[in-house]
């Protein structure tokens, strides 16, 4: 099992950057498929980003695709969501995710979730 912590979050002008940070415990996280999500006011969560165990395969929704930057550091421990030209509709909780799905890398299997979840961290981006 793993615990989440996320860090990171804050208040961003349009146009701004701001990296997310997601503190893992538990000796196997190099093993998880780490992901982060996020949930607007009045919407559903949705899928933002995964990369995969082995630091070599990442995906990314539309959305957000060539802004936002998914990495992890297997050494500390960490995942991070490196945000930049933030806009306004950006304005959610974003989410921490682990998971240690078996087999082949498949990112479409976690655009509905994953297993392990941190609390979140608010990231408001003001026009």
């Known amino acids: 099992q793993v615990q989440l912590v996320e860090s990171g979050g804050g208040l961003v002008q349009a146009g701004g950057s701001l990296r997310l940070s997601c503190a893992a415990s538990g000796r196997t996280f190099s093993s998880y498929d780490m992901g982060w999500f996020r949930q607007a006011p009045g919407k559903e969560r949705e899928f933002v980003a995964v990369?995969?165990?082995?630091?070599?395969?990442?995906s990314y929704a539309d959305s957000v695709k060539g802004r936002f930057t998914i990495s992890r550091d297997n050494a500390k421990n960490t995942v991070y969501l490196q945000m930049n030209s933030l806009k306004p509709e950006d304005t959610a909780v974003y989410y921490c995710a682990a998971d240690l799905r078996p087999g082949a890398w498949s990112p479409s299997r976690y655009y509905a979730g994953m297993d392990y979840w941190g609390k979140g961290t608010l990231v408001t981006v003001s026009s």
């Open positions: 990369i995969s165990w082995g630091v070599t395969r990442t």
